[in-house]
């Protein structure tokens, strides 16, 4: 299967910037969706952007405008750009994976592998 390892993170003010990245292997297939989720003690994993092997993206509403995923082809890496960071966006991020190709789907049971997460932190 999968593995996915999870860099970046860490604490910045609101209004700053963090990068994560999510490098990949044990890939069988040449298609592919990955994603990135987070979490808050007490509630459940909720989807925050996700991107297919063609680019196609799909972000949710609450980071529009403010993250941005890309994405290493070749290297089967996932990164996501987070700016204007608000103290609503503190959570642990995870980076998850699906080995076949789909729509880029903001939702945890779609995706069979998840790298371990990283914490982000935003207070003044």
């Known amino acids: 299967g999968v593995q996915a390892q999870v860099q970046g993170g860490g604490s910045v003010q609101p209004g700053g910037s963090l990068t994560l990245s999510c490098e990949t292997t044990g890939w069988t297939a040449g298609t592919y969706c990955m994603g990135w989720f987070r979490q808050v003690p007490g509630k459940k994993r909720e989807g925050v952007a996700a991107?297919?092997?063609?680019?196609?993206?799909n972000y949710a509403n609450f980071v529009k405008g403010r993250f941005t995923l890309s994405q290493d082809l070749a290297k089967k890496a996932l990164y996501l750009q987070m700016d204007s960071l608000e103290p609503a966006d503190t959570a642990m991020y995870y980076c998850?994976?699906?080995?076949?190709?789909?729509?880029?789907?903001?939702?945890?049971?779609?995706?069979?592998?998840w790298g371990q997460g990283t914490q982000v932190a935003v207070s003044s």
């Open positions: 991107i297919e092997t063609n680019g196609k993206t």
């Open positions: 998850a994976a699906q080995d076949r190709w789909m729509d880029p789907s903001l939702l945890v049971l779609r995706y069979p592998y």
